[in-house]
């Protein structure tokens, strides 16, 4: 039976250029190299200057997504953006990104599921899509997490980053089949009891600005509990097993996450796509980012059947499969 596929026709990424070491840290809190390369992975990651906005991030990356997609931005009728980071309260970030890339029609909103935010924003603008109100689609990731983070907290600042990532999706006749191209399948979560263990302590309604408060002990037990039971069921729903995973691009939190999550789900560390070492964690940048980086030199190609996941705060989690 034949069934529209939303298929990713492009991807794209923008990190600010301002490189912080491992070392560059060491200098302004008590940490070192040794410990956040051995605790986490990372070596280094990417913060915005000042007067780097969500949005610019976000533009950046959409222009690069439309670009290797082939399509003007005029065809987008559809903007969906995962973000913990807006620009403002209101209006959302998504709405700058339409304007910046002059696009008058169709709608742009954001999505807010912190880490998770790109599973749940490729979600909905798939749904969007199959219900057949629009025809292409830009899903973006986009943080600039360095401004929610204390910088004297060395149990925080030393594992978020910003960047942005991009895809556009367009709707494409498939066989109903998990041989098509598109996406195939996708499984969110979230349970509001976890919400202690990993939020900003301040917001709008509470009438002051917060920073990222986390129990990190706590929220690595549940991420590979969680993110793990969430893929095999993907895999079981679709009479898969890990075997047939070409491509395993998680969000990019901690490497040691990475590698708990592979050997739970038995899947072979060469098919990891990782960045964190490079671009830290991301929020809802990072998976993007990272199928960007695999697109770009050319590990993922056409065909490749690929898992992504994500937990973020919340707790939010989910994962899904694409053929690309
Ligand atoms: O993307 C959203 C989801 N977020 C995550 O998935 C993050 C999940 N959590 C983690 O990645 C890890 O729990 C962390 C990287 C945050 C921490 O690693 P850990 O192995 O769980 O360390 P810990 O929190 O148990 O801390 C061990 C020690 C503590 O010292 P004591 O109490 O043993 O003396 C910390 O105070 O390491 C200390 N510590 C540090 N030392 C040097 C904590 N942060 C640092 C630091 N540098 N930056």
Not at 17 to 34: G, M, Q, S
Not at 59 to 73: C, F, R, S, Y
Not at 303 to 315: K, P, R, W
Request: hydrophobic fraction near 40%; charge should be negative; glycine fraction near 8%.
């Amino acid at each position: 039976m034949s069934k529209q596929r939303s298929v990713i026709i492009g991807s794209g990424s923008y990190l600010p250029p301002n490189i912080v070491t491992n070392e560059d840290l060491a200098k302004t809190v008590d940490t070192t190299d040794e410990w956040i390369t051995a605790r986490t992975g990372i070596k280094q990651r990417h913060i915005a200057d000042k007067d780097m906005l969500t949005s610019d991030l976000a533009t950046e990356a959409a222009k690069d997504a439309l670009k290797n997609a082939g399509i003007d931005a005029s065809e987008i009728d559809l903007i969906v953006l995962a973000t913990a980071t807006p620009n403002r309260t209101f209006p959302a970030t998504a709405i700058t990104v339409q304007a910046n890339l002059g696009i008058t029609q169709g709608c742009a909103f954001d999505v807010q599921a912190v880490c998770s935010g790109f599973v749940f924003a490729l979600t909905v603008a798939d749904n969007m899509l199959q219900a057949g109100n629009f025809k292409k689609a830009l899903v973006i990731g986009a943080e600039t997490f360095s401004r929610i983070i204390d910088w004297t907290d060395r149990t925080t600042c030393v594992l978020f980053a910003d960047g942005a990532g991009a895809v556009v999706l367009e709707t494409q006749q498939g066989k109903g089949t998990i041989a098509d191209r598109g996406i195939l399948y996708s499984h969110l979560r979230s349970d509001g009891r976890y919400e202690d263990m990993l939020y900003v302590d301040g917001g709008p309604s509470q009438g002051k600005e917060g920073f990222v408060k986390m129990s990190g002990n706590d929220v690595f037990k549940h991420a590979v509990k969680k993110i793990g039971a969430s893929i095999e069921q993907a895999l079981t729903d679709n009479n898969l097993v890990s075997d047939d995973i070409d491509w395993f691009v998680p969000h990019q939190a901690n490497k040691r996450i990475l590698d708990a999550v592979a050997k739970r789900i038995k899947l072979d560390e060469s098919k990891v796509v990782v960045t964190v070492d490079k671009h830290a964690n991301t929020s809802a940048a990072s998976i993007p980012l990272a199928l960007h980086e695999a697109v770009k030199d050319g590990r993922v190609k056409k065909g490749d059947l690929i898992l992504i996941e994500a937990l973020g705060g919340g707790f939010t989690w989910g994962s899904m499969l694409f053929r690309w």
